[in-house]
């Protein structure tokens, strides 16, 4: 069982940026970020490989959002930069509890943080 923690969230103007911070208390192969917004189906925005530190970004972040992981505190990070809008969601960490192959699928993860709020005003 691997416990996941958010934090960071807030309100933020257009072009701002945010800090996203995922405590776990467990290690996992990836660990991911997913998002899902009102009336929206949760969809992923970036992942993380923790043993080489391989990234993945979904094409609506990539350039503007960046995945690390910090070995030592057993946590994940998403810096969000040049924000817009429509990345306005509750934000969720997932782990899952094996190796997976396709890591932007939410049904590969088995493990979810209670989530945070990300508001961006235009």
């Known amino acids: 069982q691997v416990h996941l923690v958010e934090s960071g969230g807030g309100l933020v103007q257009a072009g701002g940026s945010l800090r996203l911070s995922c405590a776990a208390s467990?290690?996992?192969?990836?660990m991911g970020w997913f998002r899902q917004a009102p009336g929206k189906e949760r969809e992923f925005v970036a992942a993380?490989?923790?043993?080489?530190?391989?990234?993945y970004y979904a094409d609506s972040v990539k350039g503007r959002f960046t995945i690390s992981r910090d070995s030592a505190k057993n946590t994940v990070y998403l810096q969000m930069s040049s924000l817009k809008p429509e990345d306005t969601a509750v934000y969720y960490c997932a782990a899952p509890k094996l190796f997976i192959v396709v890591v932007t699928k939410p049904s590969s993860y088995d493990y979810w943080g209670q989530g945070t709020q990300v508001t961006v005003s235009s």
């Open positions: 993380v490989r923790w043993g080489d530190g391989s990234t």
């Open positions: 467990g290690r996992a192969f990836y």
